[in-house]
């Protein structure tokens, strides 16, 4: 009788505490996912997704060797905004740059020719590419330049997309991205170019 008493005191003393553990450990929980800088709420269904991505990214940016990159820039040749990141290894050829693209204007010259006003969604590097000729300004009159892929700069093949075309590419064009002005001849800084759309100056990380 005196042991099943015991017992009996030892499980009052333990019970209270069991929605204190149990609420700890989800709070605990809570507190570790959407508390990062910059994310996002998933859908639902899209969580799994959301974090495997994420996870992904992180870990390709962490490899040894690999540079990161991101890039904003406004009105490349007055008519594309473009934005986007990622993380590549110009040794190896690992690439993974995408982002999103705007433009403000039809596009009825170059690579992008056809490509109305509005209808731009988002690009992704295919691969990259050691050099390109380039001119920013398209006249036939202009120097042609030549861009090389090295520590300051990255030199693209980049799959345009409109809206409307899902996963299916719209369009494909050379892209250079660099943290140096590529065209000293021209005023302003020319450190991102479109082929067939021109030069911008963009806020470029790249390490």
């Known amino acids: 009788m005196k042991n099943l008493q015991a017992m009996h005191v030892e499980r009052l003393k333990w019970k209270p505490w069991v929605p204190v553990i149990v609420l700890s450990v989800a709070l605990a929980a809570l507190s570790s996912c959407g508390s990062e800088k910059g994310s996002y709420p998933a859908g639902p269904g ?3 997704e959301t974090l495997e991505a994420n996870d992904g990214m992180a870990k390709a940016v962490g490899q040894q060797g690999n540079q990161s990159l991101t890039v904003n820039v406004e009105g490349i040749g007055g008519a594309v905004f473009l934005t986007g990141g990622g993380a590549f290894d110009r040794q190896s050829g690992f690439l993974t740059v995408g982002g999103a693209f705007h433009n403000t204007e ?5 690579p992008l020719a056809g490509c109305k006003a509005g209808e731009g969604a988002r690009w992704d590097a295919t691969a990259i590419l050691p050099t ?15 861009a090389v892929t090295d520590d300051d700069t990255i030199v693209m093949q980049v799959d345009f997309y409109r809206k409307g075309d899902g996963a299916n590419r719209s369009f494909t064009a050379k892209v250079f991205v660099s943290a140096v002005d590529e065209d000293p001849d021209q005023s302003g800084i020319q450190n991102v170019w479109i082929q067939g759309v021109g030069c911008g100056e963009a806020h470029v990380h790249l390490r």
């Open 46 to 48: 899209t969580a799994k």
């Open 106 to 110: 039809d596009i009825n010259t170059g």
């Open 132 to 146: 390109s000729g380039f001119k920013c300004g398209g006249s036939a009159s202009e120097p042609l330049k030549t």
